[in-house]
């Protein structure tokens, strides 16, 4: 394995015919001789170092012998007991290792949305370019038996930034001489692409670095998942609380906040032992490829097993605090006054229950979501929750910042009613509701203000403010209507392609007892549906139409209107210029398809325009049904399609890929 390959690290591996098996060594032995041929049996430890390696054959006096189809990889066994990624059951192997299909879970807490995502694992080049990741981190050939060590260099190799790794992040929402991030479809192109061009792929964000990597790792053998965390922090100072700064208008002051909540986080969780850590850290870790800050002079972050997050074990390895922030810390909200040319800061309130919210990921076996949140943390407000928060702050930077002034209590109770989303080109409509369940009269003065703010919390425009004084002298409740038109927000959809969503911003002031109330409210867009007709079954090699369909329901025009379809195995990513489509306007695409392997397959098909800021996605199995009978190559064999062999098996390499026959073997270590 590798340029310089030496026995003393075990890049070299020279194997003489053995008898007795042994677990933890290289052997070979002789199975049977047939006039010139023999067939032998090569095993290799359970703890070999994962790469792609080279063969060569020598007998007696004879030269060495190089076979022209000479390559094996060796990766890790999810398969094999004795490796420190084995999973034991047949349903999380399948679906953890071998699904080559999933959804990627984004909007928000309130509206989640699947969105499917390709991994293709098992496509060409796929191994072949992590196997070139695997080189150009410079690991040492015994830290690639260590799936620890193995997937933090992944999580800094699938970003760009330190190395000029897989992929750009980008959330300017301009997306010049690249891909926008909305309208990839899965992770083939991506590592295609990087592997066939050696340069970094321009652009991604949270949701497809997530997606690459746990591509990455699936290919190397190590049981992924890929996981939204809802309502996710992003903490600095690393305090445990995000801290929101607003004017007496309801405006987020983007200067002084440095925190931020993003809407939804995508990372992976990889599974494996732990053995650099106390006993009973084992099974799944956290692991990031989003560039959000620098771990150990890296963009890199993890693995961080799931079992110490959750019980507030933050000083271990690796990067553990920065993932319980995410998704334990509290939610500060300032306000921020000019008084005397000095900015005077108000505490209005504090959340404790806001973040970490529906953590999601794909269920086993199923195309439903399920619901994770109590592997990273416990019930909030229960006695083991308090527990590892007060663990976590004995070891992070926790002061309470300053308390709010005693004030008289004004029995008041504000509230905002809007509905969960909002039909692009529809009115924004919400209302700023009052409750005074006081005997008192009381003047109170509303700031309100709607902002587009993308999926990171930054903002991107405002929408509209409101300022108003009423009276409730013999008023109970108290509604103020807040009414957007839609040309508020379409011109600065069409300044930025990327996910947004509208902030609702209100605070309250008493002018009698100087008591301060704020709320907040969160609206994403609603989009027309995408069809995808395609036959119930078809036969191999043989041509189908797939058929996209869409009609613009909207009262807008959609410009600029770009169709990305994808189907693994089926047919490679496409990307249809559409043009405009007016209200009430269809397009309708169709695609030849060949298949030419087995199974249900996955059709993707992802819409964007100028004004269609958001993806809209659907997935479709295709059950393919055969005439005839299938042999599964070595390839397809050992990478999921059947049993993996096991230590002394008779491994047979023929079959075919692509029409022409090949003679390569992908064999997991063991």
């Known amino acids: 394995m590798g340029k310089a390959p030496r026995k003393s690290n075990e890049t070299l591996v020279v194997m003489k015919l053995r008898g007795q098996k042994e677990l933890h060594r290289w052997q070979m032995a002789l199975l049977g001789v047939n006039g010139k041929e023999c067939l032998l049996s090569v095993s290799?430890?359970?703890?070999?170092?994962?790469?792609?390696?080279?063969?060569?054959?020598?007998?007696?006096?004879?030269?060495?012998?190089?076979?022209?189809?000479?390559?094996?990889?060796?990766?890790?066994?999810?398969?094999?007991?004795?490796?420190?990624?084995?999973?034991?059951?047949?349903?999380?192997?399948?679906?953890?290792?071998?699904?080559?299909?999933?959804?990627?879970?984004?909007?928000s807490k309130d509206k989640i949305h699947a969105r499917p995502w390709n991994y293709g694992q098992f496509e060409e080049d796929i191994l072949d370019a992590c196997m070139f990741l695997l080189d150009k981190s410079n690991l040492k050939p015994r830290d690639r038996k260590n799936p620890v060590i193995v997937s933090r260099?992944?999580?800094?190799?699938?970003?760009?930034?330190?190395?000029?790794?897989?992929?750009?992040?980008?959330?300017?929402?301009?997306?010049?001489?690249?891909?926008?991030?909305?309208?990839?479809?899965?992770?083939?192109?991506?590592?295609?692409?990087?592997?066939?061009?050696?340069?970094?792929?321009?652009?991604?964000?949270?949701?497809?670095?997530?997606?690459?990597?746990?591509?990455?790792?699936?290919?190397?053998?190590?049981?992924?998942?890929?996981?939204?965390?809802?309502?996710?922090?992003?903490?600095?100072?690393?305090?445990?609380?995000?801290?929101?700064?607003?004017?007496?208008?309801?405006?987020?002051?983007?200067?002084?906040?440095?925190?931020?909540?993003?809407?939804?986080?995508?990372?992976?969780?990889?599974?494996?032992?732990?053995?650099?850590?106390?006993?009973?850290?084992?099974?799944?870790?956290?692991?990031?490829?989003?560039?959000?800050?620098?771990?150990?002079?890296?963009?890199?972050?993890?693995?961080?097993?799931?079992?110490?997050?959750?019980?507030g074990d933050v000083y271990l390895t690796y990067d553990t605090k920065f993932i319980f922030?995410?998704?334990?810390?509290?939610?500060?909200?300032?306000?921020?006054?000019?008084?005397?040319?000095?900015?005077?800061?108000?505490?209005?309130?504090?959340?404790?229950?806001?973040?970490?919210?529906?953590?999601?990921?794909?269920?086993?076996?199923?195309?439903?979501?399920?619901?994770?949140?109590a592997q990273?943390?416990?019930?909030?407000?229960?006695?083991?929750?308090?527990?590892?928060?007060?663990?976590?702050?004995?070891y992070l930077s926790c002061e309470d910042g300053p308390e709010a002034a005693p004030t008289e209590e004004a029995n008041i109770e504000l509230k905002i009613q809007a509905g969960e989303a909002v039909w692009l080109g529809d009115p924004i409509r919400m209302s700023v509701i009052i409750n005074n369940s006081s005997a008192r009269s009381?003047?109170?003065?509303?700031?309100?203000?709607?902002?587009?703010?993308?999926?990171?919390?930054?903002v991107v425009a405002v929408l509209g403010s409101v300022s108003e004084t009423v009276a409730t002298a013999g008023k109970p409740v108290?509604?103020?209507?807040?009414?957007?038109?839609?040309?508020?927000?379409?011109?600065?959809?069409?300044?930025?392609?990327?996910?947004?969503i509208v902030q609702g911003h209100v605070i309250?002031?008493?002018?009698?007892?100087?008591?301060?109330?704020?709320?907040?409210?969160?609206?994403?867009?609603?989009?027309?549906?995408?069809?995808?007709?395609?036959?119930?079954t078809v036969k191999i090699g043989q041509n189908f139409t797939c058929a996209f369909i869409f009609k613009n329901t909207l009262s807008i025009p959609l410009e600029n209107c770009k169709l990305h379809v994808e189907g693994l195995g089926i047919f490679m990513l496409e990307t249809f210029d559409q043009g405009d489509v007016l209200p009430g306007g269809i397009f309708k695409c169709r695609i030849i398809c060949t298949p030419k392997k087995a199974g249900k397959k996955t059709i993707i098909a992802k819409l964007n325009s100028i004004q269609f800021s958001q993806s809209a996605s659907i997935r479709c199995c295709l059950p393919l049904r055969f005439d005839l009978e299938i042999f599964w190559s070595s390839q397809e064999a050992f990478r999921g399609k059947r049993d993996v062999p096991r230590s002394g098996q008779q491994l047979r390499v023929r079959g075919e890929k692509g029409g022409s026959s090949i003679l390569q073997t992908d064999?997991?270590?063991n």
């Open 376 to 394: 990273y943390k416990f019930t909030e407000g229960s006695p083991e929750e308090r527990k590892a928060m007060e663990k976590a702050c004995s």
């Open 153 to 311: 260099a992944m999580s800094a190799l699938v970003n760009a930034n330190d190395d000029c790794g897989v992929l750009l992040a980008n959330w300017s929402g301009m997306y010049k001489g690249g891909t926008s991030p909305l309208a990839w479809t899965g992770s083939t192109p991506i590592l295609q692409q990087y592997f066939r061009t050696q340069k970094t792929v321009l652009y991604g964000q949270c949701w497809v670095f997530a997606g690459v990597l746990t591509t990455v790792m699936r290919s190397l053998g190590v049981p992924s998942r890929t996981v939204t965390n809802f309502a996710s922090a992003h903490d600095t100072e690393q305090n445990l609380r995000v801290d929101v700064y607003l004017n007496e208008k309801g405006q987020k002051i983007e200067d002084l906040t440095t925190d931020s909540i993003w809407n939804f986080h995508v990372w992976t969780d990889v599974w494996m032992t732990r053995p650099d850590l106390p006993q009973g850290y084992e099974g799944w870790q956290a692991v990031d490829a989003t560039p959000q800050e620098i771990s150990q002079g890296v963009f890199q972050c993890g693995p961080a097993p799931l079992k110490a997050i959750r019980q």
């Open 325 to 373: 922030a995410e998704v334990n810390a509290d939610k500060v909200f300032w306000l921020v006054k000019e008084v005397n040319g000095v900015s005077e800061m108000t505490k209005l309130r504090e959340e404790t229950l806001v973040i970490g919210r529906s953590i999601s990921t794909k269920a086993v076996g199923s195309n439903t979501r399920e619901d994770i949140t």
């Open 508 to 536: 309250a002031a008493i002018e009698e007892t100087e008591e301060k109330f704020s709320e907040e409210v969160t609206l994403t867009f609603q989009y027309p549906p995408l069809r995808v007709e395609v036959p119930e």
């Open 478 to 500: 108290i509604e103020v209507p807040v009414h957007l038109e839609a040309s508020s927000y379409v011109g600065s959809l069409a300044s930025v392609d990327d996910e947004v």
């Open 44 to 107: 290799s430890p359970v703890d070999t170092a994962v790469g792609k390696y080279f063969l060569s054959v020598k007998s007696g006096a004879d030269p060495v012998h190089t076979p022209e189809n000479n390559t094996i990889y060796f990766i890790f066994n999810p398969w094999c007991e004795g490796d420190t990624v084995f999973m034991a059951g047949d349903k999380e192997r399948s679906e953890y290792v071998l699904n080559d299909t999933g959804y990627i879970y984004v909007g």
């Open 667 to 669: 064999l997991p270590r």
């Open 442 to 458: 009381w003047t109170i003065k509303l700031g309100a203000t709607c902002e587009l703010q993308l999926y990171t919390g930054k």
